[in-house]
């Protein structure tokens, strides 16, 4: 299977370097990585050189470096590009696209609990049920328990 992605140097900019990845089947590794800047192929790294990083060097003398970064678990590796030391925009280290997803998902969660609380309210259904299970949820929390020997100043 081959991803090909494309980037722009700056925001809104036209998109001038692709990096092409092609993974083995059934794996969570990358069996060639192409990066191209402008449609000249600047090289093909490969996985232990990707581990350490690689940079390129530009026509305009700046460097473009390239890592890869694993994540949590199983989670997929994550490719890694900067000019500069600044994450290309829409890239996989970009900051704005990772506040933008994590803003989403805080969307979701508050837009989840709006709906249960209008189906409570229109819908007339009685919500002591629902208070009754969280005061016994939050019971530990709101009396906890004494301690076992306490120290009695003298």
């Not at 449609?39 to 530009?58: F, H, I, Q, S």
């Not at 696209?97 to 249960?116: E, F, G, H, P, Y």
Request: with cysteine.
């Amino acid at each position: 299977m081959i991803r090909t992605s494309w980037y722009a140097f700056q925001r809104h900019g036209p998109k001038r370097v692709e990096a092409r990845r092609s993974m083995r089947l059934g794996s969570s590794t990358w069996a060639e990585v192409v990066v191209r800047v402008d449609a000249v192929e600047m090289g093909r790294p490969n996985a232990a050189e990707l581990r350490e990083g690689v940079e390129y060097k530009l026509f305009d003398h700046s460097v473009l470096r390239l890592w890869v970064e694993h994540g949590p678990g199983n989670s997929p590796p994550l490719l890694m590009i900067t000019r500069n030391g600044h994450p290309l925009p829409k890239s996989q280290g970009d900051p704005v696209a990772i506040v933008r997803s994590t803003l989403i998902m805080i969307l979701v969660c508050a837009l989840i609990q709006i709906a249960i609380g209008l189906m409570f309210v229109f819908v007339g259904a009685d919500d002591t049920e629902a208070a009754r299970e969280l005061k016994a949820m939050t019971l530990p929390i709101r009396h906890p328990p004494a301690p076992m020997h306490r120290s009695d100043a003298a």
